[in-house]
């Protein structure tokens, strides 16, 4: 299978600092990854879609300026919380597809965020 | 967008019963249906897929079927064991050919006791 891998698992930051989350995917390129958001007991929220050499496209209500997305190389996505707030603390994952026309995502370990 | 409802927020049974959750989606465009197995701080498992052009997959315990006239689509898993208990969510996507972006459902937690 493919393997995506996510580091760190788990941070805490202090309020108003940065945090970079990075996503790689270790046995194949990949094209477009993209970002979730889960907050306890609940679903994945859909966050980004990161497309490589070109910008994120981001889903309605989440702030661009906030969390930021690069994804410079076929095999690696950062996202970076910007000036992180205790409301900002979540699981964030990731997650991306092995080609354009294979559906089947293969999720990250997820990073758990907390801001203190 | 795509908007996909799953039923129910929690099931509990007995070892060796059934399991069945159910989802429906609202995009008629929708061609791929994964389900994904959540433990606790973990990242999502596939468990089971399933395509437009399909209407049932079984993979030993477990099933899934598909009604694309009604838009909804089922997981059925036979002969429960704990080791089964967990998070379950259903998800829809439409892929392009350029990705495929998921809308999940909002989960089912599974309990299987002894």
């Known amino acids: 299978g493919a393997v995506v891998s996510q580091h760190p698992s788990r941070v805490i930051c202090k309020s108003g600092t940065s945090v970079k989350i990075e996503c790689r995917s270790l046995?194949?390129?990949?094209?477009?990854m993209f970002w979730y958001r889960q907050f306890p007991k609940k679903s994945l929220m859909l966050m980004a879609t990161s497309n490589e050499g070109s910008k994120a496209t981001y889903e309605q209500g989440v702030e661009k300026d906030k969390f930021l997305i690069n994804h410079a190389s076929l095999t690696l996505s950062t996202l970076t919380v910007t000036s992180a707030h205790p409301e900002d603390s979540s699981f964030y994952i990731c997650?991306?597809?092995?080609?354009?026309?294979?559906?089947?995502?293969?999720f990250g370990q997820g990073t758990r965020l907390t801001v203190v | 967008g795509e908007n996909v409802e799953q039923h129910p927020s929690t099931l509990s049974v007995q070892e060796g019963d059934s399991a069945v959750i159910k989802c429906t989606y609202s995009d008629s465009a929708s061609n791929y249906f994964p389900w994904y197995k959540q433990e606790l701080g973990k990242r999502p498992q596939l468990i089971i897929d399933?395509?437009?052009?399909?209407g049932e997959k079984k993979d030993q315990r477990i099933a899934v079927t598909l009604n694309k006239t009604a838009k909804h689509f089922s997981l059925h898993i036979t002969e429960t064991q704990p080791e089964d208990s967990a998070v379950y969510f259903c998800a829809a996507s439409l892929n392009t050919g350029t990705a495929s972006k998921l809308t999940f459902g909002t989960g089912t937690r599974l309990q299987v006791t002894l």
């Open positions: 997650s991306a597809s092995r080609d354009r026309s294979f559906a089947e995502a293969f």
């Open positions: 399933i395509r437009s052009n399909v």
């Open positions: 046995d194949f390129q990949a094209t477009t």
